[in-house]
């Protein structure tokens, strides 16, 4: 069977947005993104699947679409890496977040890593911090628009030379 699918546009949306969450939520588990396709209708819809052990073992008539790994960067680090990208969303200057992070932890010469540790015992700081990560990606929409249109598109045009090879 040759997927064509008339609610392309709704899904690769509808994926944009899981794909986006899946950052937002820096999600622990291996999930996979399963599209169900209903022949009658040519249209399909997408389910998420939490991947215990990393094999589907789901057993009705779904494809893998996208295969999302654990993501174990639990923090904002992996956006924000200089001490000066930290202090402008903290809406601070960098040398008096300096001056704050050596006050509170007892320190001098305070570096990158005291902020980060900083923040991380600061709930008004992290607070902040998760908001600039979510600003962050949804400012990112276009490219995660087109990572899920480039995934999408992969994997129809698999499953279609699939069924060329079948016949």
């Known amino acids: 069977m040759i997927l064509k699918i008339k609610n392309d546009t709704d899904i690769i949306e509808e994926f944009t947005d899981i794909l986006m969450d ?3 939520i820096r999600n622990q588990y291996q999930t996979d993104v399963y599209l169900y396709y209903d022949n009658d209708t ?3 819809r997408l389910e998420l699947f939490e991947n215990i052990g990393g094999n589907s073992w789901k057993d009705d ?3 893998v679409l996208y295969r999302d790994k654990a993501h174990y960067d639990d923090d904002f680090t992996f956006y924000f890496d200089s001490v000066s990208s930290i202090a402008e969303r903290l809406d601070l200057e960098e040398n008096k977040l300096l001056e ?4 509170k932890m007892e320190i001098q010469n305070a ?3 005291d902020i980060c540790t900083y923040i991380k015992s600061d709930k008004a700081c992290m607070d902040k911090m998760e908001e600039a990560v979510c600003n962050l990606i949804d400012n990112s929409r276009t490219e995660y628009f ?3 249109e ?4 992969d994997f129809i045009k698999e499953k279609t030379l699939d069924e060329h090879e079948k016949e």
């Not at 704050?100 to 006050?103: G, S």
């Open 22 to 24: 899946f950052d937002k």
């Open 42 to 44: 040519q249209t399909a």
């Open 61 to 63: 008539d779904h494809y």
């Open 100 to 103: 704050m992070v050596e006050k």
């Open 111 to 113: 570096d990158y890593s």
């Open 146 to 148: 087109e990572q899920a």
């Open 150 to 153: 480039n995934i999408f598109r």
